[in-house]
């Protein structure tokens, strides 16, 4: 089945500790984005690639980082500069102007 | 650049009754919109999408959008709510820089 796979469902961290996580998709697309969602905020973006070994900052990058080496893989690090990295991360995929983000099921982190 | 509007971001609807979410976009050029929406601890995944082929569009789960270039509105709308609409819902202009604020949808038994 194609999709787009987002690991592990639920992470805990101490504060202080960078922590990354793992978005994998095996549907060919370009391009591939990583939202952070709290409650009653919507989606905002983070960082998004639309090729190998190139991202650009979304509207919140400050405290994260990214990588694009593989076409199916953009994993994100959540560093120790964020502030507040307790949140729902969102990891998206997409290819060409007019169809749609196919989603991951999320990862929920949370930072004690 | 392309944005989107949500009005409304909690809708309160019993259930059987007509269901209405409201999006108003802001472009010079035919936008691509989708409507997504998303459970509980999930991600979210595609109701359905505009695309300028037709102007009403028919989605999974009984929902269907009407694109209004006078009105610059794409509104979502199911005539009869279930239980399992509860969830919250987000218009998009394009396929994936931006998304509306979101609109939490709860149905009264």
């Known amino acids: 089945d194609g999709g787009i796979t987002q690991s592990p469902k639920y992470l805990f961290r101490k504060e202080g500790q960078n922590v990354t996580l793992s978005c994998e998709q095996n549907?060919?697309?370009?391009?591939m984005y990583w939202y952070r969602q709290d409650p009653g905020q919507g989606l905002r973006l983070i960082y998004y690639s639309q090729i190998v070994n190139d991202f650009q900052k979304g509207d919140i990058a400050e405290g994260y980082s990214v990588s694009r080496e593989k076409k199916e893989s953009f994993p994100l690090t959540v560093t120790s500069a964020q502030k507040n990295p307790t949140a729902f991360y969102l990891c998206?995929?997409?290819?060409?102007?007019?169809?749609?983000?196919?989603f991951g099921q999320g990862t929920r982190l949370t930072v004690v | 650049a392309q944005s989107v509007t949500q009005l409304g971001s909690h809708v309160s609807v019993s259930e059987g009754a007509l269901v209405l979410l409201r999006c108003n976009y802001s472009?010079?050029?035919?936008?691509?919109l989708f409507w997504y929406v998303q459970y509980p601890n999930q991600g979210l995944q595609l109701l359905l999408k505009?695309?300028?082929?037709?102007?009403l569009v028919k989605g999974i789960n009984g929902f269907e959008a009407e694109f209004k270039k006078s009105e610059t509105s794409f509104h979502l709308t199911k005539p009869s709510a279930h239980m399992s609409d509860a969830a919250e819902y987000f218009c998009a202009p394009r396929r994936g820089l931006v998304f509306g604020q979101g609109t939490r949808l709860t149905i009264n038994p």
């Open positions: 472009s010079s050029v035919p936008p691509y």
């Open positions: 549907l060919n697309h370009d391009a």
């Open positions: 505009y695309t300028s082929a037709a102007t």
């Open positions: 998206a995929s997409s290819n060409g102007r007019s169809t749609e983000a196919f």
